[in-house]
């Protein structure tokens, strides 16, 4: 009568993980859900959902996820499947790979970057051929 069903990390999309400003992780974070971090993260970070990076949160490593907005600081590699926005007091340094990129002015962009189109979902890699389209 009250038997509770696990919920699949399907259900978990479009519910936020947060770690709030002062908090340091130090290690990799694997999540299935939406994540908004406002912390400190030194490692890296993978996510079937969207990450966003509070004015106050940084990140040292690589992040894949699907969708991502930056208003903080990020330096690595960041994979996006779909867009990644960069706000006007956001700081990147490394490498971008994503589908979709928007930068609002005032941003610090200081890295190199590839377009992809998204394929059945896939996070682009090294071993994916790069194509171009006209």
Do not use: W
């Amino acid at each position: 009568m009250f038997d509770k069903k696990t919920k699949s990390y399907t259900d978990l999309l479009g519910k936020t993980n947060r770690i709030v400003e002062g908090t340091i992780i130090k290690g990799n974070v694997l999540s299935h859900a939406d994540f908004r971090l406002d912390g400190d993260l030194v490692g890296n970070f993978q996510s079937d959902g969207k990450i966003v990076i509070g004015p106050a949160g940084s990140v040292k490593g690589d992040i894949i996820c699907k969708n991502a907005d930056i208003e903080g600081k990020f330096e690595g590699k960041i994979q996006v499947t779909e867009i990644l926005n960069i706000k006007a007091k956001a700081s990147i340094h490394g490498e971008v790979v994503c589908g979709k990129l928007s930068v609002e002015p005032g941003a610090e962009f200081s890295a190199t970057c590839i377009m992809k189109t998204n394929h059945k979902g896939a996070i682009p890699n090294e071993s994916t051929e790069e194509k171009t389209t006209e």
